[in-house]
């Protein structure tokens, strides 16, 4: 897929575990938050890979884990390159 698509993705949606510690059939979310961490950053090297110069990735994270994804995110991504965050609350 990388050689294909390296620099070429202009829009990426990821919806990692939320490492909440419930049960999901299709991926552990009761992860020690080092092997989350640990989990995450490989993935999100070879997404900026993919992703295009002038493209956005979106992720869908709650409190438990995205201050630190943010900061992976700066690391791999460039702190600079942060646009915004968008909260939903649900009612």
Request: charged fraction near 25%.
């Amino acid at each position: 897929m990388l050689p294909l698509y390296r620099g070429r993705v202009k829009c990426i949606y990821i919806d990692p575990p939320y490492n909440t510690k419930s049960a999901f059939e299709h991926y552990d979310d009761n992860l020690e938050h080092s092997q989350w961490l640990s989990m995450m950053v490989p993935r999100l090297v070879l997404l900026r890979e993919l992703l295009a110069e002038d493209g956005s990735i979106w992720v869908s994270i709650d409190d438990n884990e995205g201050h630190y994804l943010k900061v992976l995110m700066d690391e791999v991504f460039g702190r600079k390159n942060f646009v915004a965050t968008v909260v939903w609350q649900k009612i």
